[in-house]
T-cell receptor, first 116, second 112 residues
Framework: GAVVSQHPSRVICKSGTSVKIECRSL??????MFWYRQFPKKSLMLMAT?????????EQGVEKDKFLINHASLTLSTLTVTSAHPEDSSFYIC????????????FGPGTRLTVL | GNSVTQMEGPVTLSEEAFLTINCTYT??????LFWYVQYPGEGLQLLLK?????DKGSNKGFEATYRKETTSFHLEKGSVQVSDSAVYFC???????????FGTGTKLQVIP
């Protein structure tokens, strides 16, 4: 199957700082990628749709100014958590699929963010 | 809208026991159905999928059949191993979009 990587796998930061998480499709191009957040013992919550070359689309209740998404190329999307607070601590996962209209999404290994 | 309902966990089984994790869905159109598995501390891995009615997805001894009449996609394995301990998510994609709708996940613990 297709491979999606994320970096870093874990990050610990102080409250008020910003953290950037990278999501890369290693063996396919993705015009669209997705960012999810997973709370402990909970399912995944879709945060936003990252569109190459255009603005991201955010789900209801997700603050776009806090979770900045940039999809600068067909293989890279970044999520920046700005002015992070302890309540932003979570497991962030991205996904992408090869080709437009694909019916299968491949997920990155996730990034564990801990805000002190 | 789309939704996926999974049986509540956790599920605890002895090694070599038979596994069933129930999954039902509601969707517009004709969704593609998936099972993803998440091992402790890791991201999601695609376990199997089915894209149309009566299709059977299978992988690593797991299988699930797309049942349109009952809107179900139950996951089964004949003989579980300790290494199968993980959280299993039923999911769907529908309407030509790539957004995945997930169930709540079912934690499976297999004891020796």
């Amino acid at each position: 199957g297709a491979v999606v990587s994320q970096h870093p796998s874990r990050v610990i930061c102080k409250s008020g700082t910003s953290v950037k998480i990278e999501c890369r499709s290693l063996d396919f191009q993705a015009t669209t990628m997705f960012w999810y957040r997973q709370f402990p013992k909970k399912s995944l919550m879709l945060m936003a749709t990252s569109n190459e070359g255009s603005k991201a689309t955010y789900e209801q209740g997700v603050e776009k100014d806090k979770f900045l998404i940039n999809h600068a190329s067909l293989t890279l999307s970044t999520l920046t958590v700005t002015s992070a607070h302890p309540e932003d601590s979570s497991f962030y996962i991205c996904s992408g699929g090869p080709g437009q209209g694909t019916d299968t999404q491949y997920f990155g290994p996730g990034t564990r963010l801990t805000v002190l | 809208g789309n939704s996926v309902t999974q049986m509540e966990g956790p599920v605890t089984l002895s090694e070599e026991a038979f596994l069933t994790i129930n999954c039902t869905y509601t969707a517009t159109g004709y969704p593609s159905l998936f099972w993803y598995v998440q091992y402790p501390g890791e991201g999601l891995q695609l376990l199997l999928k089915a894209t149309k009615a009566d299709d059977k997805g299978s992988n690593k001894g797991f299988e699930a059949t797309y049942r349109k009449e009952t809107t179900s996609f139950h996951l089964e394995k004949g003989s579980v191993q300790v290494s199968d301990s993980a959280v299993y998510f039923c999911a769907l994609i529908s309407g030509g979009y790539q957004k995945v709708t997930f169930g709540t996940g079912t934690k499976l613990q297999v004891i020796p």
